[in-house]
């Protein structure tokens, strides 16, 4: 089993400047936690070697808002990899409220690996192709 294909988890507690004028979570705040628990992710994972040679860049969001989440809530963001293809790789992520683990948020994010001295998309090694990502499953005929 691959620990890097197994979910991560980030614990959050919403502050001040997460809530809207609606006295919740704005929505760009969600987008930050996906962003930043990839990255912690990554970080977590990878070796100094590799964050130094490559970048992640997000290229596609899909999310869905199920629930709304408060001030001074505490939340799990929680993200697993997916199936990649050349350049592109799936990342799930939910935003749990960590009192019940209801959903509050879930989403898939594709990133593209970038090369940190040219900027441009990187081909990725076997190991990192192997670690961060999971074989497509099988067509539903």
């Known amino acids: ?4 294909t197994e979910p ?3 614990p959050i507690l919403v502050q001040d400047a997460d809530i809207d004028q609606l006295g ?13 628990v990839a990255i912690a992710h990554w970080q977590s994972a990878a070796s100094p070697a590799e964050q130094a040679n490559l ?11 199920k629930r709304p989440a408060f001030l001074q809530d505490r939340i799990i963001a929680r993200t697993w ?3 990649a293809s050349h350049y592109r790789f799936d990342r ?7 009192a019940d683990r209801r959903c509050l948020v ?14 441009k998309p990187a081909d990725v090694t076997p190991e990192i192709r192997a670690r961060f990502s999971t074989p497509e499953p099988p067509a539903i005929l």
């Open 8 to 10: 991560f988890e980030l």
């Open 55 to 65: 970048l992640w860049v997000v290229v596609r969001h899909e999310i869905d808002y």
């Open 1 to 4: 089993m691959n620990p890097t």
């Open 92 to 98: 799930h992520t939910e935003i749990l409220r960590a």
């Open 24 to 36: 919740h979570v704005n929505n760009v705040v969600y987008v930050r936690w996906i962003q930043d």
């Open 81 to 83: 990899v997916g199936a």
């Open 106 to 119: 879930s989403a898939r994010t594709v990133w593209c690996p970038i090369d940190a001295q040219t900027g």
